[in-house]
């Protein structure tokens, strides 16, 4: 704006400048005239009137292209004004139709990338505006250790056995706030998947809270699966012993279901809980298959500054990591896998879908049939 408003002081000092000049030099040049040639008053007083008349054609002339020229600075200088009274004041730009906050933003989008590349850039930013956007996550901090069991009580259960498992002790939390409108978070459903294909598909919908990759021994689950229900929530209350805390509210569980596809539960709240902006801290332990696991840490909401911290002891464990992540946080996990702990903490946004696979190998498995 400042460039424009100089552009047209500069203009019309110029013009003025002109004006002065060309009016003094023809009164210099009356004035000899009239001096050096005697003529009369009304000689000189008719070259003066002949004069004017002569200008007036060329002065029209010049208001007419000086107007269409300024016309041109006059309207960027408002344009750019408005720009900066807008962009200054978001509560006003808050005042339009959506659609009319849309387009203001995609013709920002396309002065500053042409139109080339603008509806590439627009793909990317419409699954963050709109009816449908993208509900964001932050203080987002998701702490997974693996434990040998040291006896068959830390499995909780005779069902069982331990020599087949690791205990998995996990604790994830983070505040969700909601593009528009409210959950409804009276129940939730917690899911714990025993077929990568169920997981990935689970981890793209909303029915689930929380959703685990779960690798238990084909005659194991079956044996869960011929439990009657009381029995069910007994072995998923004494060995997974969830906890769940949504805005400092505790959750219990209240029915679970055991099936080919894994294991799902049902969290109830003790009051009604319809919240736009939310906190939340799960914390739980789980059964996992010894000989081979996998752990998928998977970033389906736009998240600030995830912290992943991944636990393990060197000496029964072998772990393998792999991050589909922002560059820094691939950089962060080369710096920072030091013996037993993995620890990876992008900088700034991770948008959707990223995220990491820890894979877990007993060092010295036994092997056996499932």
């Known amino acids: 704006m400042a460039s424009l408003s ?23 040049l009356l004035i000899i005239k009239y001096l050096t040639t005697g003529v009369s008053l009304g ?3 008719s070259d003066i009137t002949a004069n004017i008349l002569g200008i007036i054609p060329p002065i029209i002339i010049f208001n007419f292209v000086y107007e269409y020229v300024s016309k041109q600075y006059v309207a960027d200088d408002i344009s750019e004004q408005l720009m900066e009274t807008l962009t200054g004041n978001p509560a006003m730009i808050g005042t339009f139709r959506p659609e009319v906050r849309l387009n203001f933003i995609k013709a920002g989008i396309r002065s500053l990338v042409g139109d080339e590349k603008a509806d590439m850039v627009d793909g990317v930013l419409e699954p963050y505006v709109g009816e449908n956007a993208h509900n964001m996550r932050t203080h987002f901090m998701y702490d997974i ?51 990568s294909d169920h997981l990935s598909e689970e981890l793209l919908g909303k029915t689930f809270l929380f959703r685990e990759s779960l690798k238990i021994l084909p005659k194991d689950l079956q044996k869960l699966i011929n439990l009657n229900d009381d029995e069910k929530l007994a072995f998923v209350n004494s060995c997974f012993q969830m906890q769940l805390l949504v805005k400092s ?11 080919a596809i894994g294991i799902e539960m049902t969290m109830e709240s003790p009051e009604p809980m319809r919240l736009h902006e939310y906190p939340v801290l799960l914390g739980f332990r789980m059964p996992q298959q010894r000989r ?6 998977s970033v389906t909401e736009p998240t600030f500054a995830p ?64």
């Open 6 to 28: 100089k552009q047209r002081k500069s203009l019309r000092f110029a013009t003025l400048m002109l004006a002065i000049a060309a009016f003094a030099v023809w009164l210099v």
């Open 43 to 45: 000689s000189l007083f």
């Open 145 to 195: 250790d693996i434990d040998a069991c040291m006896s068959q009580d830390d499995i909780g259960t005779s069902l069982l056995h331990r020599d087949d498992y690791f205990i998995v002790r996990e604790s994830l939390s983070y505040t969700r706030v909601l593009a528009q409108g409210e959950d409804d978070l009276t129940k939730v459903n917690i899911g714990f998947f025993v077929e």
């Open 249 to 259: 509210v505790e959750y219990h569980m209240v029915s679970c279901s055991i099936t």
């Open 292 to 297: 081979r696991s996998d752990f998928l840490v």
């Open 307 to 370: 912290e992943i911290i991944f636990r393990y002891k060197p000496h029964v464990t072998s772990v393998s990591t792999y991050t589909f992540m922002n560059e820094d946080a691939q950089l962060l996990h080369l710096a920072g896998a030091i013996k037993g702990r993995v620890t990876i903490n992008p900088a700034g946004w991770v948008y959707p879908v990223k995220g990491v696979v820890f894979i877990v190998e007993d060092v010295a498995a036994p092997a056996k049939s499932g």
